[in-house]
């Protein structure tokens, strides 16, 4: 724990937004497959998961599903561990230990939901690189990971990132216009019933989005930097247009697999979407 400790001082030494506090790393939970660590930095809670195997590692960025945390790490842990990766994952924007009350991501304040996005980008990008300064991380083998809302700013990390070994999308898409009009999240539901009482049309209301949209990221991806993206066929949340628009707009390698469910894919057992995941990053090693 102390060389660990060490580590990451050194590292969030130069990261104010994941360093500056005392007792810094905490010991969750530590198994024969994986130790978890909580990061308590200044503004960016973290979960740190390192498997048993020796150092060093390939490693993943994990972000979280609307309404959920780095908590959700949890659920995976055991299988990230066997895998043998080394995986951060952050609280985004008002989620888990940065929740505020009366604040969202997808709220009609959409000023403070644009900057939200924007923080949570910068955290991203932080994030990894963390993970690139981290002496038991193989940086040629860094890997971004993630869920509807973590799809959507993981694609936005991505695109400005660069140097992934692969980005992995588990019910993301793109076009955040044809999103607030079409999606039954019910945030989005009640931000278009706001609109429409103001008489405020969807194409105004997302003035200064453009460059938070997926679409305008996913362009940008390295041409060796692998996509793929696991969606819903039932998918409500997440219209499956918006993710074929996203994946039609990738001109690096591309690969989708799509699923007879909704948007709650991830966790449903009979399909395997994690084992999937973490098969399909191994490929890339």
Known sequence: MSKLK????????FMPRFGGCQNLVTLLRETKNYKLYRLQAVEVPALLLEPSAPPPYPAILFLHYYRGSKDNLRVLANEIGKAGFLALAIDMEYHGERRQEGKDVFSP?????????ERTVQDGLRALYFLENHPYVKKDQLFLWGVSLGSI???LIAGRHQQLRGVFLVVGGGNLSRLLKESMLDSLVELRYHLLKRGIAVPE??????????????????????????????????????TLELFETVSSFKKIRWFPTGHGLLFERSFGVPQLVLEEMKSLL
Do not use: Q
């Open 205 to 242: 209301a997302l003035k200064g989005w453009e460059a938070l949209d997926p679409l305008y990221h996913v362009g940008s991806l390295d041409w060796s930097t692998p996509l793929f993206m696991y969606n819903g066929t039932k998918d409500d949340i997440v219209p499956p247009l918006c």
């Open 6 to 13: 060490n580590v990451l001082y050194m590292i969030c030494g």
């Open 109 to 117: 304040d959409i000023r403070d939901d644009r900057l939200a996005f």
């Open 153 to 155: 700013i993981g694609t």
